[in-house]
């Protein structure tokens, strides 16, 4: 019902930056969240940033003040602009859509951000 596509990722020196994008299409239902989450090897996925149609934002302590998340509501799209970036941000980047009275969660296929000295 909801097809989401992320764009942008591809491999950076530590300090380099990378803007992520996503863009929604199909069934989106409002109110929702669009959101940013990362899965390193080995490990969890775990949220970056998401935010909300009101522009309300939230972001993992790791890349508070490094990482800004927006959306343009208009398009269906949200992006994640990575500043100052080290090499424990090296993961497959997912964008995620949230319906909030529904309780319905769609992902993307994920886009490779590679951190490397």
């Known amino acids: 019902q909801v097809q989401l596509v992320e764009t942008g990722g591809g491999l950076v020196q530590p300090g380099g930056s990378l803007r992520l994008s996503c863009a929604a299409s199909?069934?989106?239902?409002?109110?929702?969240?669009m959101g940013w989450y990362r899965q390193a090897p080995g490990k969890q996925r775990d949220l970056v940033a998401r935010?909300?149609?009101?522009?309300?934002?939230n972001y993992a302590d790791s890349v508070k003040g490094r990482f800004t998340i927006s959306r343009d509501n208009a398009k269906n799209t949200v992006y994640l602009q990575m500043n100052s970036l080290k090499p424990e941000d090296t993961a497959v980047y997912y964008c995620?859509?949230?319906?909030?009275?529904?309780?319905?969660?769609?992902w993307g296929k994920g886009t490779l951000v590679t951190v490397s000295s």
């Open positions: 199909g069934s989106i239902f409002s109110p929702n969240t």
């Open positions: 935010i909300t149609e009101g522009g309300s934002t």
């Open positions: 995620n859509l949230h319906r909030t009275f529904y309780a319905m969660d769609y």
